[in-house]
């Protein structure tokens, strides 16, 4: 890993990421943290330089939609507990799953736009489980 990856993981870690799990408590009225598997982005710029807005900004427009109303706030207050991501090589190994208050979601970070769930699949997971 280089200086680059090194500081773009210290700027997620202690700049974009806290921020995000603000806006999530604004949003649904409670933070909800991430969990991040850094050595599968470690040696990949470009899909750290992807990953804010891939998952975390696709997310919270996911729950901007579910929490229009005190019923959907609660419901994620309720289920969602924890946001875990990582980063996976090609689309084929792509997934998201929302089991145990755990939303998981493994992009291909690195082929941009092609390599993430739309804000739509990830509120339809959440929907079917909330």
């Known amino acids: 890993m280089g200086l680059a990856e090194r500081r773009k993981i210290k700027e997620l870690q202690e700049t974009t990421l806290p921020g995000r799990v603000k806006e999530i408590e604004e949003i649904c009225g409670a933070p ?5 598997d850094w050595d599968s982005l470690a040696d990949d710029a470009e899909a750290l330089n992807f990953l804010d807005n891939i998952s975390c900004h696709r997310l919270n427009m996911a729950l901007r ?4 109303d ?14 875990k991501l990582a980063n996976v090589r090609d689309k084929a190994d792509m997934k998201m799953t929302f089991d145990g208050g755990v939303l998981e979601m493994r992009c291909a970070y690195a082929l941009r ?15 079917q489980k909330l």
């Open 32 to 36: 909800i943290p991430y969990e991040v």
């Open 65 to 68: 939609v579910i929490c229009q």
């Open 70 to 83: 005190d019923l959907g706030k609660e419901a994620v207050r309720d289920s969602l507990k924890k946001i």
């Open 113 to 127: 736009t092609d390599g993430m769930f739309s804000d739509g699949d990830i509120r339809n997971l959440l929907m």
